[in-house]
């Protein structure tokens, strides 16, 4: 019996949640006490939020649960979380960056389905497909590397990626330059680019960080070079519309938010922790209830 609904929960009651600080915005919960409840198992999800400097803590707690059996990441710890972990699956390594943990008998494993959601979200709402496009990335974070390394293995044609800290722009441009050698990958400080040459062109301009989480915040980037049919795509997805989807509409492009990615991504998610499909549907409702 699903644990949600008023369904008693029990010490037998599989436990997932979400890890990240903070997590006011999160419909992670919504969406997969939704999919549990769809196939009637006892399973529930909950938000943990935790302050960056209590992560290690977090995680020998969570080991020391019974029924503990997954979560996800979220800002600020996608790429912190990494020394904490037994495991890495090939695609986390690479990216340097994990979204979903799986436990197996006494092991973490961090896993990445960050990209596949991005992939399918864009696919899903625009029919965008990256190959040969030029994508511009704002931040170089753990959103913004999974959505790097995915866009480059689709065949992208040019990454550039913005970001306050260039160095951490640069490791970013070389890492997916490494992994992907047929892209060309560079890096240039947010606030300092030749902005009519690299958005004039852009395919796809991407907001990677967190800018948007809050009612009020300004877009991360001056839109104004950018020309249709540039698609904007904002990684937050709750408010559903963030300074940067509004500038992005008001100059006529094509504009998504991560709605659509945080249910692949989530699906993704769903099936390593359950081993079962999961009901995309029902969380897709679940989400829509919340979400104007």
């Known amino acids: 019996m699903s644990a949600q609904g008023g369904a008693r929960i029990t010490g037998r009651t599989r436990l997932c949640g979400i890890l990240g600080y903070p997590l006011d915005h999160t419909l992670s919960p919504t969406m997969h006490n939704a999919a549990f409840a769809a196939l009637g198992l006892d399973w529930a999800y909950v938000p943990w939020p935790v302050p960056p400097d209590r992560l290690g803590e977090a995680l020998r707690g969570l080991r020391a649960l019974a029924n503990f059996a997954g979560a996800n990441v979220t800002v600020p710890h996608k790429e912190a979380i990494l020394p904490h972990l037994d495991d890495l699956t090939p695609g986390a390594r690479a990216v340097g960056a994990v979204n979903t943990i799986v436990r197996v008998s006494d092991r973490l494993t961090g896993h990445t389905t960050d990209g596949a959601g991005l992939l399918a979200g864009l696919a899903e709402a625009l029919d965008f ?17 999974a959505a790097a390394f995915a866009l480059a293995a689709a065949g992208a044609r040019r990454l550039v990626i913005l970001n306050r800290s260039i160095e951490r722009a640069r490791a970013l441009a070389a890492d997916v330059g490494r992994a992907t050698p047929a892209v060309e990958a560079v890096a240039y400080p947010l606030h300092q680019f030749p902005a009519d040459q690299i958005l004039g062109s852009a395919d796809l301009v991407m907001n990677a960080t967190s800018i948007g989480l809050h009612a009020g915040d300004p877009s991360p980037l001056d839109l104004g070079p950018c020309r249709p049919p540039t698609v904007a795509h904002d990684l937050v997805y709750n408010p559903p519309e963030t300074g940067f989807l509004r500038e992005a509409r008001a100059r006529g492009l094509r504009a998504v938010n991560g709605l659509g990615m945080l249910v692949h991504q989530g699906a993704a998610a769903f099936a390593l922790w359950t081993g079962r499909p999961a009901p995309i549907e029902a969380m897709r409702r679940a989400l829509d209830a919340e979400t104007p």
């Not at 190959?131 to 753990?142: D, F, L, M, S």
């Open 129 to 145: 497909c990256p190959k040969e496009a030029h994508i511009v990335i704002v931040g170089a974070g753990g959103g913004a590397r």
